[in-house]
């Protein structure tokens, strides 16, 4: 009965004595023009004769090598042969200088145990590096904007800007190769990079550097305002602007013909006292903006740092200090006559209290001509003590 068995399923006898093999590719994930050997595993050490075939059948018109070891290996090449393919006695097989058309399915067939093992071989590819593309190359603040990052063969791809996160209000799309802005503002201007990965690589690409045009903003003139005849006037006009603005000074509302942020009068006279404007225009959004400042040339005062002379300064400390003694005299005269005023009305009071302290009471049975009279006496004495 054992003897029948064997002889009908041969193969669940050598399954029970050797065991299925199987094949493991080293490495994981081969690389285009790398090398992988596909690595027969759990077969006894002496495995014997095997052939490889390129599909998942083993047939003659795919064979790829024999192996024939009765005492020395001997190697017989099959159709499919070429240099890139080797073998090993444990039955493995090796190739190198990988391309596109080595992926498919590969099967071995082991004689000693008729075992066909199958694994599929899938070859990577390396993923490019990475460049940055952007929408436009003179950006404005408020506009549109994107960045795209341009490779093949990534799985994911990621984004930085100044080696950290990417702004708040942007915007990914297609699998993250596209960084979007709807509305780009001058806080994101700096150096984006994107990075590409897949199993096997990883790139990133050279930094991108957005340049987000705005202003001109915050203009401003600094300078010495009140100058002697002979001295210096030195105009600094400053604004807030990217790229750097175009500059142009005007006297009185004549063009000066200076094309910097200075305008300067190494010996100034009378004739240079005047309305000083600044107009700032930015090249890119094309906004102006001004700033104006009048200087003033007089033999008649030593400027201070601050504009004012000393004269001016004593004269406006003085004269605060007298308004103050003034406010303080008219407060203490108007307090007493205030008070005053109450005594008197006290005293009025009082002798009032007197008058009415000197009235009887009138007999019950008097007419009315009598009341009448002595009312009108009352009130004649109360008017004439009131007067």
């Given at each position: 009965?054992?003897?029948?068995?064997?002889?009908?399923?041969?193969?669940?006898?050598?399954?029970?004595?050797?065991?299925?093999?199987?094949?493991?590719?080293?490495?994981?994930?081969?690389?285009?023009?790398?090398?992988?050997?596909?690595?027969?595993?759990?077969?006894?050490?002496?495995?014997?004769?095997?052939?490889?075939?390129?599909?998942?059948?083993?047939?003659?018109?795919y064979g790829i090598l024999s192996f024939i070891s009765p005492n020395s290996?001997?190697?017989?090449?099959?159709?499919?042969?070429?240099?890139?393919?080797?073998?090993?006695?444990?039955?493995?097989?090796?190739?190198?200088?990988?391309?596109?058309?080595?992926?498919?399915?590969?099967?071995?067939?082991?004689?000693?145990?008729?075992?066909?093992?199958?694994?599929?071989?899938?070859?990577?590819?390396?993923?490019?590096?990475?460049?940055?593309?952007?929408?436009?190359?003179?950006?404005?603040?408020?506009?549109?904007?994107?960045?795209?990052?341009?490779?093949?063969?990534?799985?994911?791809?990621?984004?930085?800007?100044?080696?950290?996160?990417?702004?708040?209000?942007?915007?990914?799309?297609?699998?993250?190769?596209?960084?979007?802005?709807?509305?780009?503002?001058?806080?994101?201007?700096?150096?984006?990079?994107?990075?590409?990965?897949?199993?096997?690589?990883?790139?990133?690409?050279?930094?991108?550097?957005?340049?987000?045009?705005?202003?001109?903003?915050?203009?401003?003139?600094?300078?010495?305002?009140?100058?002697?005849?002979?001295?210096?006037?030195?105009?600094?006009?400053?604004?807030?602007?990217?790229?750097?603005?175009?500059?142009?000074?005007?006297?009185?509302?004549?063009?000066?013909?200076?094309?910097?942020?200075?305008?300067?009068?190494?010996?100034?006279?009378?004739?240079?006292?005047?309305?000083?404007?600044?107009?700032v225009r930015n090249p890119v959004t094309l906004g102006t903006a001004i700033?104006?400042?009048?200087?003033?040339?007089?033999?008649?005062?030593?400027?201070?740092?601050?504009?004012?002379?000393?004269?001016?300064?004593?004269?406006?400390?003085?004269?605060?200090?007298?308004?103050?003694?003034?406010?303080?005299?008219?407060?203490?005269?108007?307090?007493?006559?205030?008070?005053?005023r109450l005594s008197e009305a006290h005293r009025g009071k009082q002798d009032?209290?007197?008058?009415?302290?000197?009235?009887?009471?009138?007999?019950?049975?008097?007419?009315?001509?009598?009341?009448?009279?002595?009312?009108?006496?009352?009130?004649?004495?109360?008017?004439?003590?009131?007067?």
């Amino acid at each position: 009965m054992w003897i029948w068995m064997i002889s009908v399923f041969p193969y669940l006898w050598l399954e029970m004595v050797y065991g299925m093999g199987i094949i493991q590719l080293i490495p994981d994930y081969p690389t285009i023009n790398g090398s992988v050997t596909l690595n027969v595993m759990e077969i006894t050490p002496n495995i014997g004769d095997f052939t490889w075939y390129k599909g998942s059948k083993p047939e003659i018109p795919y064979g790829i090598l024999s192996f024939i070891s009765p005492n020395s290996p001997v190697i017989l090449h099959g159709p499919l042969y070429n240099d890139r393919f080797s073998a090993f006695n444990n039955g493995s097989l090796h190739i190198k200088h990988l391309r596109t058309s080595d992926e498919g399915n590969y099967t071995v067939q082991i004689k000693k145990t008729f075992e066909n093992l199958t694994v599929s071989l899938i070859i990577y590819q390396l993923v490019t590096k990475p460049r940055i593309i952007a929408s436009t190359t003179q950006l404005k603040e408020n506009e549109v904007f994107s960045l795209t990052c341009n490779t093949v063969h990534a799985m994911t791809i990621r984004w930085t800007k100044n080696g950290a996160g990417i702004p708040s209000g942007s915007e990914l799309f297609r699998d993250n190769k596209t960084l979007a802005f709807p509305s780009v503002k001058r806080g994101d201007a700096g150096e984006y990079r994107c990075e590409a990965q897949n199993l096997v690589s990883a790139s990133t690409s050279d930094p991108y550097t957005v340049t987000v045009a705005y202003g001109p903003d915050m203009v401003y003139i600094k300078g010495r305002l009140n100058v002697k005849p002979g001295s210096s006037i030195t105009l600094t006009c400053s604004a807030d602007s990217v790229p750097p603005p175009e500059y142009q000074w005007k006297h009185n509302g004549t063009d000066l013909q200076e094309k910097t942020n200075k305008y300067s009068i190494s010996n100034a006279v009378p004739e240079n006292e005047g309305l000083y404007t600044c107009v700032v225009r930015n090249p890119v959004t094309l906004g102006t903006a001004i700033d104006s400042a009048y200087v003033n040339v007089t033999a008649d005062i030593a400027v201070g740092s601050s504009g004012l002379t000393p004269i001016i300064i004593a004269g406006v400390v003085c004269g605060t200090a007298l308004s103050v003694i003034v406010i303080l005299c008219v407060t203490y005269l108007l307090y007493k006559k205030y008070i005053s005023r109450l005594s008197e009305a006290h005293r009025g009071k009082q002798d009032q209290s007197e008058i009415y302290e000197n009235v009887v009471d009138l007999p019950p049975k008097m007419n009315d001509s009598f009341y009448m009279d002595l009312q009108y006496k009352s009130e004649n004495v109360y008017n004439i003590i009131i007067r």
